[in-house]
């Protein structure tokens, strides 16, 4: 969408709703509840004769188009920056240095924990396998049944994923097995 | 799971000794080894046996097959923080605060509410004179541009609250990182160390190596899945919501016995399977031979337990 600057700049100033119209938005609505958007309320009472409307506030110009407009203006104001973004951040030599210095030992800091992980993972690995060629050669029986793999793996429902703080109930140790043998699970 | 047929023991006749050269090429695309025969097992000094039928093998090496179980409660917190972490998150926030847009107090506090009202009364002065800088101050919707917004927030109009209200006001409070347990230094608790892995350790009645993975024996036409099933119940009980990471063995452990201990066999092969335990309470059921039972972390486990075994299974185990 691509629009003269001058333009955008005028419909995207922030509005503040002092021009609204006096019909509701909603329309027919028998009762409205006060707009926490407009700064008049406006109540419409549907009789006989027609439609009465009590209002409270100031009246204002324009119908009920240029209230809408206003709204929407009003919401795609926050989208652009305009009138918003702060100044941009200009770094003296020494402080670019500084804050190089600690982006690079940040960058060191995560690569040894990218490490230290990757070697644990490595030994675990290892371990495993070890494991099963130490069960092979003892029983090819008891080698076959370990190999057997869910397809596709299926995790538990309890399955929690670490969270800053712990729960407010942190452990169920009160926990029993339920009665039905279909939902058990016994390993 | 269907349990399968324990194939007859080896003897002589069904061992043929194979020369070095006549080992089974192994092409690429086989995924499963399952076709081994009999004559490559003879390449290890060791002839295996799977079950223990004293008569018919030969006076060859039997050892006791054995299913181990390392149990573990995963982590219920994030890792803890190092200071250079912290200081390093804290200057990233501070970076995005400053960056930040200005907070448009026209959506939310539209002008001429009685909220708008409130919310200026409580907001600081913006004038731009607490910055010493030649330029003259850039301010824009009360926030100077050249360094991070301050908003506050007013407080609660206690007047005019309901209900609903006062719920979304409420205040929330995180519960500690350090639990009663971690104060106590509850070995047996599962609330230690929430920010740890807890391995299951067991005691039994022994001068020596008592402390370790609790393990039982392969009986005929179990599988190792099996064995560990039996037991979970048989030593620590039914109440334990736990599940099996995978049929595969994690860790080995072989150990031999004193020919005068034990007539029967060389010595025991151990084969752990990792489960997870996520609710429930290890009660050490009688009958399992278990004298006490301890949770700890995998540096706390180096204390407990001698070094071999320790050697053993150190790798399977996860730091955090």
């Not at chain 1, 490490?115 to 396998?129: D, T």
């Not at chain 2, 800088?133 to 007047?159: A, G, M, T, Y």
């Not at chain 2, 009688?286 to 700890?296: E, M, N, R």
Request: glycine share 4%.
């Amino acid at each position: 969408m691509i629009l003269a600057q001058g333009f955008l700049r005028h419909i995207l100033r922030p509005r503040t709703p002092s021009l609204f119209a006096n019909s509701s938005v909603l329309g027919d609505a028998s009762v409205l509840a006060p707009s926490t958007f407009s700064q008049q309320t406006s109540i419409d009472v549907k009789t006989g004769n027609g439609t009465l409307m009590f209002t409270r506030g100031k009246r204002s110009r324009g119908g009920g188009e240029t209230q809408q407009k206003h709204k929407m203006v009003n919401m795609l104001s926050l989208i652009s920056p305009r009138q918003k973004q702060p100044r941009r951040i200009k770094l003296s030599y020494e402080d670019s240095l500084r804050h190089r210095t600690v982006h690079r030992a940040w960058q060191l800091v995560v690569r040894t924990k990218r490490e230290e992980r990757r070697l644990e993972l490595q030994k675990q690995y290892y371990k495993i396998k070890h494991a099963c060629d130490e069960l092979r050669k003892t029983s090819q029986v008891l080698y076959e049944s370990a190999m057997e793999k869910p397809s596709p793996i299926r995790f538990p429902m309890e399955y929690r994923i670490p969270t800053v703080t712990p729960p407010r109930r942190i452990w169920d140790a009160t926990w029993k097995p339920p009665a039905e043998e279909k939902k058990r699970r016994t390993v | 799971m269907a349990l399968r047929h324990v194939p007859r023991p080896l003897r002589s006749q069904d061992i043929r000794l194979v020369g070095p050269l006549a080992r089974p090429t192994c092409r690429q695309g086989h995924r499963s080894m399952g076709t081994a025969t009999a004559t490559a097992e003879t390449e290890s000094s060791v002839l295996p046996s799977t079950a223990v039928s004293v008569g018919d093998s030969p006076a060859s090496v039997a050892f006791k097959i054995m299913s181990g179980l390392i149990l573990c409660r995963q982590p219920i917190v994030t890792p803890e923080l190092t200071p250079f972490e912290r200081a390093y998150y804290n200057y990233q926030s501070e970076l995005q605060k400053r960056l930040m847009w200005t907070f448009p107090r026209w959506f939310y506090y539209p002008e001429g509410t009685l909220a708008e009202r409130q919310f200026s009364a409580v907001q600081p002065v913006v004038d731009g004179k607490d910055r010493a800088e030649f330029e003259k101050p850039d301010i824009v919707f009360n926030r100077d541009r050249r360094s991070k917004q301050e908003v506050v927030l007013p407080e609660r109009d206690v007047e005019r609250e309901t209900e609903e209200s006062a719920k979304i006001y409420a205040k929330i409070e995180p519960r500690s990182r350090i639990t009663e347990a971690d104060t106590k230094d509850d070995f047996r608790s599962l609330e230690r160390k929430l920010d740890r892995t807890l391995y299951l350790l067991v005691k039994k009645d022994r001068r020596e190596n008592a402390w370790k993975f609790p393990a039982a024996e392969v009986l005929d036409g179990e599988t190792l899945t099996g064995t560990a099933a039996r037991l979970l119940l048989e030593t620590g009980g039914p109440n334990m919501n736990t599940w099996l990471v995978s049929n595969t063995p994690a860790a080995y452990h072989r150990y031999d016995y004193k020919p005068e201990d034990n007539e029967k066999y060389e010595g025991a092969k151990i084969f752990y399977l990792k489960s997870r335990i996520f609710a429930g309470t290890f009660i050490p059921q009688k009958g399992s031979g278990i004298v006490d039972y301890a949770w700890l972390t995998k540096d706390e486990i180096q204390h407990y337990v001698h070094r071999g075994y320790w050697a053993s299974m150190a790798n399977a185990l996860s730091r955090q």
